[in-house]
Structure formats: structure tokens, C-alpha cells
């Protein structure tokens, strides 16, 4: 079965400092893996994705994530937090083969950034 | 602004009561999801709609009910309401385009009393 492990309900890193939100998932054939961030009473907004290609993804906001498949990891990170980056993160991954196009969300890591 | 629509943002239910949350999307996609959000559960799928005319359950169906009502709207209902039921609500849609990236509604807070 699918599954997506945030093993960290909270990161907490100061104003400057690099930033690491781990991942870690299951998937029985190659996966698309995908973060989210959602702010305080917000939908979900789109990070980045890996489909394909360069194990290193970059996406929005500065944030960016490796690829790791012998370790099965998708760790999101940035060199440097801002406070503003402070949200809720979700990883997800789709199996290819799946139908639907359903995605596996893990359950969230709570990033808090201290000035 | 294209995106996926949802109403309403809140509600507040009592115990028995049935309604129906209404999400539309206007990017053309295929699939359409509901799931919802419970602090330290992450996000659960309900039900989806891999195309128009189809619907499937996700990992928690029991209590909904879902409609596809064409290809731009898909409809979840609470038939009886129940306090579990207390949750944020997020639809979304997804197509190849995209590769299957989601984009979501922003939520329906729904309290049940």
C-alpha cells in the first residue's frame, strides 16, 4: 500500500538559518511526490514536484527538494528561513500506476520560524 | 481567477441534519477529490471522481455520499450529520496537464452540534 511518513510533527529554525521538513514514502512503482504548504485558515498551495529527471526539484518561494530513491525520501529545503515561511507542510506522493490520479498525503509538519 | 470553487467556507450543522457541499473547478480537469483535514491526521481522501460519470470511495467514505454532476462540479453530501463529522472540507481537481498535481478549494469549516 501507499504511504507517506512526516516522522516531524514540528520543525522550529531560526530567521536565516537552512531549513530541512523530511519525507519518506512507499510506493510500489516509481512515484510523483509533490509538497504543499498551507497558512493559517488557507487551502493547500502548491510547492513542487518530482516527475522525472534531476533528483534536486526547485520550486517556489525558494524552496526546493531532493529526490532520494535508495533512501525512498523527499526532504523539502531551504538555504535560508524566513519568518513568513512559517505553515503547515504536507509531502504527497502518487503511485503512476494508480487511477484517478489519487495522492497520499502525509500528516503534516508544523514549520515555525523565529526571528 | 481559475481555481476550484467551494461553498460555503463555514457551516455549523446539529446532530441529524443533512447538507450538501458544492465545489467547482474551471481548469478542465478530470479528477476531481474531497477529503478532509483533521489536526494530526493530515489530509483524508473521502471520495473522488477520476472522470466525469464516475465516482469511487477513498480511505473514509461511510457517512457521504458524492455527485458528479458534470464535469466541472462534483457535490459531497452528510445525509445525517454526526459530531465525527466536525472537520475542514477541501475539494480538488487534477488532470494530466498538471501531472496530477493538485490545485484546492480554500475549505468549508463544518461543525456539527
Redesign the interface.
Known amino acids: 500500500a501507499q504511504s507517506v511518513a512526516q516522522p516531524e510533527?514540528q520543525v522550529n529554525v531560526a530567521e536565516g538559518n537552512p531549513l530541512t521538513v523530511k519525507c519518506t514514502y512507499s510506493v510500489s512503482g516509481n512515484p510523483?511526490l509533490?509538497w504543499?504548504v498551507q497558512y493559517p485558515n488557507?487551502?493547500?498551495?502548491?510547492l513542487l514536484?518530482y516527475?522525472t529527471g534531476d533528483n534536486l526539484v526547485k520550486g517556489s518561494y525558494g524552496f526546493e527538494a531532493e529526490f532520494n530513491k535508495s533512501q525512498t525520501s523527499f526532504h523539502l529545503k531551504k538555504p535560508s528561513a524566513l519568518v513568513s515561511d512559517s505553515a503547515l507542510y504536507?509531502c504527497?506522493v502518487?503511485d503512476r500506476g494508480n487511477?484517478?490520479?489519487?495522492?497520499?498525503?502525509?500528516?503534516?509538519t508544523e514549520l515555525s520560524v523565529k526571528p | 481567477n481559475a481555481g476550484v470553487t467551494q461553498t460555503p467556507k463555514f457551516q455549523v450543522l446539529k446532530t441529524g441534519q443533512s447538507m450538501t457541499l458544492q465545489c467547482a473547478q474551471d481548469m478542465n480537469h478530470n479528477s476531481m477529490y474531497w477529503y478532509r483535514q483533521d489536526p494530526g491526521m493530515g489530509l483524508r481522501l473521502i471520495y473522488y471522481s477520476a472522470s466525469e460519470g464516475t465516482t469511487d470511495k477513498g480511505e473514509v467514505p461511510n457517512g457521504y455520499n458524492v455527485s458528479r454532476l458534470n464535469k466541472r462540479e462534483f457535490s459531497l453530501r452528510l445525509e445525517s450529520a454526526a459530531p465525527s463529522q466536525t472537520s475542514v472540507y477541501f475539494c480538488a481537481s487534477s488532470g494530466p496537464r498538471t501531472n496530477y498535481g493538485y490545485t484546492f478549494g480554500s475549505g468549508t469549516r463544518l461543525t456539527v452540534v
Open positions: 510533527d510523483y509533490f504543499y488557507r487551502g493547500l498551495q502548491f514536484k516527475i504536507f504527497a502518487r487511477q484517478g490520479g489519487k495522492l497520499i498525503f502525509g500528516q503534516g
